[in-house]
């Protein structure tokens, strides 16, 4: 066996090449082979340069929220950013511009008294698909509690976070926080 090192359009890289008694070693199938891989990536880079997505936002305002006697939706009115602009502030929801890999994350703060509990889903097309809670067994003290979840959303698709049970509270410090981005198209 012998090394070739030969360098491509944006990348080097060594051929190993293996000689057995009749065979003669293929240098150009395999520098052809690595070629058409990078062009692949290449085209791949490309198509996911289309769609940006990512959103983070807060709640936007100071004081306690909930508690609510159902599940309410949490209606993040303070955009730190919103690339592609598929977090919509006036109702809460995430629309999915494209068929793809997504990664969320939810934190709460909370100011819990002795047996409290404070509890929020993330959901995806009205199905909970990850919880963040907290309970508090001993006394007053303030609490946060996040989650996060990679999904696999069609074109369309909505997520929404809702305060399941308990109170929230924020302030300037915005403490409370959904955010989300793309993290490949398919």
């Keep these: 066996m012998w090394n070739l090192w030969t360098r491509t359009k944006h990348t080097s890289f060594i051929v190993n090449v293996t000689k057995g008694q009749d065979d003669k070693p293929d240098i150009g199938a ?26 983070s936002v807060t709640l936007g305002y100071s004081g306690y929220y909930g508690p609510f006697s159902m599940p309410t939706a949490l209606v993040y009115r303070d955009i730190i950013t919103n690339v592609g602009n598929s977090y919509n502030p006036s109702n809460g929801f995430f629309t999915a511009p494209v068929r793809g890999v997504y990664f969320f ?11 409290g509990y404070v ?34 959303l069609e074109k369309s698709d909505t997520i929404i976070v809702n305060l399941d049970a308990g109170k929230i509270y924020d302030d300037k410090e915005k403490r409370n926080a959904f955010t989300g981005f793309l993290l490949f198209p398919m």
Aim: hydrophobic residues 35%; glycine residues 6%; negative net charge.
């Design 119 to 152: 509890r929020a889903s993330l959901n995806h097309n009205g199905v909970t698909k990850m919880v963040a809670e907290k309970y508090q067994p001993a006394t007053l003290i303030e609490q946060y509690t996040d989650n996060s979840v990679t999904l696999l």
């Design 105 to 115: 994350t939810i934190r709460m703060f909370a100011i819990l008294n002795q047996g």
């Design 30 to 55: 395999e520098l052809k082979e690595h070629e058409q891989k990078e062009e692949t990536q290449g085209s791949v880079i490309t198509e996911n340069k289309g769609y940006n997505v990512a959103f």
